[in-house]
């Protein structure tokens, strides 16, 4: 990851931008959402990956500014929804895409689906993810050469 | 199916809060099916959005708005090892990448 940051910092130009946006593999809460209420009915499960990835990221990104090579002028979190008309779907989705980095638990599966029966007509299935997100700017330094 | 990813459009409004690509030379890294792509790239003067997944990058070329042929490039690359001279880019975008 460190040597990639370096690339990047070569290819831009003196005072460039680096936007580091990323899911965090933390608390994706699973919700039953209508016009009138959100209702939450449980989280996706993060894989060790996912959290390990995580935090070799973020190792790399403190490792660059050690460097010099790029300093850290804004960052933020903010909500990214996966959205689904009904709870099969969503399953279909987590089983078929998400296999790999998360997983959901049956009580979770089973919360949504019934939160979902009552729900009221216009209620949707959501994954709520957070996102980060940091401005970089490049560092005009001499000290890596 | 009926996947909707970021009906509220948080995403792009964020990318905007934090960064203004109009005129830019642009370089985005893990740009997958060019999602995020479309959405900023009609202000940029260029972008060249690079991915290791090269089925991702089909699709990409084959969506990619007509209006937007010539400012976008797509480029089968690793971050490690970028193809570019120095001092190319004004903004690069780690694009769920990092």
Known sequence: MVHALEEIRRVLVP????IDLRPLADNWRVEVVSLREIKRTGRVEDLPEQTNGDLASNEAMKEVEKRSWFKREQDELFPFFYSWDTPSEMEEFVDDD?????????????????????????SRVRVRVEIWIARWRKMNTNLEL | MSLQKDPDHNEIK?????????????????????????QYAKDAHSVIAIDLDRDSLRVARVDRPSDLEKQIHFANANSEYLPFSKEKFDIAILAWSL
């Open chain 1, 15 to 18: 005072n460039g931008i680096l």
């Open chain 1, 98 to 122: 998400w296999s790999d980095f998360v997983g959901m638990e049956e009580d979770t599966r089973r919360a949504t689906r019934a939160a979902w029966a009552v729900a009221d007509g216009d």
């Open chain 2, 14 to 38: 964020h990318l905007h809060k934090f960064v203004d690509s109009t005129d830019k030379r642009v370089l985005e890294i893990g740009c997958g099916e060019g999602r995020l792509t479309w």
